[in-house]
C-alpha cells in the first residue's frame, strides 16, 4: 500500500515552518510589525547606517584639515616680510591663491621704488597664478588688476604696445567696473596729451555708456572734461 505522504514530518534541522509570512502578523501590533520590518532589512539598515556614519566621518576629517591647512597656510604668509620669502611662498604653494597675493606685494612694491620693468614681470607672474588659482571673483579680479597694472608700468617704462594692453583691461566686461574706469580714464588722459580730442572722446564716452551713472571715476572724468576745452560739445546754434 502506498506511504501516506500525509504523515511525512519534515526532517530535523528543517526550518521552513519558521520562516516569516505577512500572514503571520495580520492582526500583530506596532511593536510586532517593527521587528518583522526589522528582521527583514536589518542587513541593509546596519550597512547603510555604517556607510552614512563613515561619510559624516570623512566629510569632518576633511574639514578639519583643510581648516588646519588654511590656518597653517595663512601664517606662513603673514610671515612673509619681504620679496624673497614671498617668492619662495608663491613656488611652494603655486596653485593657492595667497601665492598671486605674495606677487602681487612683489610687484607692488617694486612699482613704489619705481622699478616699473621689473614690476610689470611681476604682475604678469601674479596673473599667471591666478590663473592657476580658481575662477573665484575675488580671483579674477586680482588677475585683471595684475593686468592693468602691468600695462601701467610698461606705460611708465616707456614701452610700445602699453596703451593698447590698457585697452584691453578697459573693453573686459569681466572685469570689476573700478578696474574698467581707470583704464578708460587712463586712455583718456593718454588721447588728452597727445592732442587726440577723438581718441579721448571716445573713451569718456564709453565711460558714460559702460559704467554705472554714479561710478568712482566720474569727477574725475568731469574734472577733466573742464580743464580740456576741446572735449566739451559746443552749444547747439539757437534756432530760428
Same mark, same amino acid.
Given at each position: 500500500?502506498?506511504?501516506?505522504?500525509?504523515?511525512?514530518?519534515?526532517?530535523?534541522?528543517?526550518?521552513?515552518?519558521?520562516?516569516?509570512?505577512?500572514?503571520?502578523?495580520?492582526?500583530?501590533?506596532?511593536?510586532?510589525?517593527?521587528?518583522?520590518?526589522?528582521?527583514?532589512?536589518?542587513?541593509?539598515?546596519?550597512?547603510?547606517?555604517?556607510?552614512?556614519?563613515?561619510?559624516?566621518?570623512?566629510?569632518?576629517?576633511?574639514?578639519?584639515?583643510?581648516?588646519?591647512?588654511?590656518?597653517?597656510?595663512?601664517?606662513?604668509?603673514t610671515?612673509?616680510?619681504?620679496? #624673497?620669502?614671498? %617668492?619662495?611662498? /608663491? *613656488?611652494?604653494?603655486?596653485? &593657492?591663491?595667497?601665492? @598671486?597675493? $605674495?606677487?602681487?606685494?612683489? !610687484?607692488?612694491?617694486?612699482?613704489?621704488?619705481?622699478?616699473?620693468?621689473?614690476?610689470?614681470?611681476?604682475?604678469?607672474?601674479?596673473?599667471?597664478?591666478?590663473?592657476?588659482?580658481g575662477?573665484?571673483?575675488?580671483?579674477?579680479?586680482?588677475? #585683471?588688476?595684475? %593686468?592693468?597694472? /602691468? *600695462?601701467?608700468?610698461?606705460? &611708465?617704462?616707456?614701452? @610700445?604696445? $602699453?596703451?593698447?594692453?590698457? !585697452?584691453?583691461?578697459?573693453?573686459d566686461?569681466?572685469?570689476?567696473?573700478?578696474?574698467?574706469g581707470?583704464?578708460?580714464?587712463?586712455?583718456?588722459?593718454?588721447?588728452?596729451?597727445?592732442?587726440?580730442?577723438?581718441?579721448?572722446?571716445?573713451?569718456?564716452?564709453?565711460?558714460?555708456?559702460?559704467?554705472?551713472?554714479?561710478?568712482?571715476?566720474?569727477?574725475?572724468?568731469?574734472?577733466?572734461?573742464q580743464?580740456?576745452?576741446?572735449?566739451?560739445?559746443?552749444?547747439?546754434?539757437?534756432?530760428?
Open positions: 500500500m502506498p506511504e501516506d505522504s500525509s504523515n511525512k514530518q519534515p526532517p530535523a534541522g528543517d526550518d521552513r515552518n519558521l520562516v516569516v509570512v505577512d500572514e503571520d502578523f495580520v492582526n500583530a501590533d506596532t511593536e510586532d510589525r517593527l521587528w518583522l520590518f526589522w528582521e527583514r532589512n536589518k542587513g541593509v539598515i546596519v550597512k547603510g547606517t555604517f556607510g552614512v556614519v563613515v561619510g559624516i566621518l570623512a566629510f569632518l576629517a576633511y574639514f578639519f584639515y583643510a581648516e588646519s591647512r588654511r590656518e597653517a597656510l595663512g601664517e606662513e604668509f610671515a612673509c616680510q619681504d620679496e #624673497a620669502a614671498r %617668492r619662495a611662498f /608663491a *613656488a611652494r604653494h603655486p596653485g &593657492e591663491p595667497l601665492a @598671486a597675493v $605674495a606677487i602681487t606685494d612683489v !610687484a607692488d612694491d617694486l612699482k613704489k621704488a619705481g622699478k616699473f620693468a621689473d614690476a610689470a614681470k611681476a604682475y604678469d607672474e601674479a596673473n599667471r597664478l591666478t590663473a592657476l588659482a575662477k573665484a571673483p575675488a580671483i579674477s579680479a586680482l588677475g #585683471a588688476r595684475a %593686468r592693468l597694472y /602691468a *600695462a601701467l608700468c610698461r606705460l &611708465e617704462a616707456g614701452e @610700445a604696445g $602699453a596703451d593698447k594692453a590698457i !585697452a584691453v583691461v578697459a573693453d566686461v569681466n572685469a570689476p567696473e573700478t578696474l574698467r581707470f583704464a578708460m580714464l587712463t586712455l583718456a588722459n593718454l588721447a588728452v596729451a597727445k592732442g587726440d580730442t577723438a581718441e579721448a572722446t571716445k573713451w569718456l564716452n564709453a565711460m558714460d555708456k559702460k559704467l554705472r551713472a554714479g561710478h568712482v571715476w566720474k569727477s574725475d572724468k568731469e574734472a577733466l572734461v580743464s580740456e576745452p576741446s572735449l566739451i560739445a559746443p552749444a547747439a546754434p539757437a534756432t530760428k
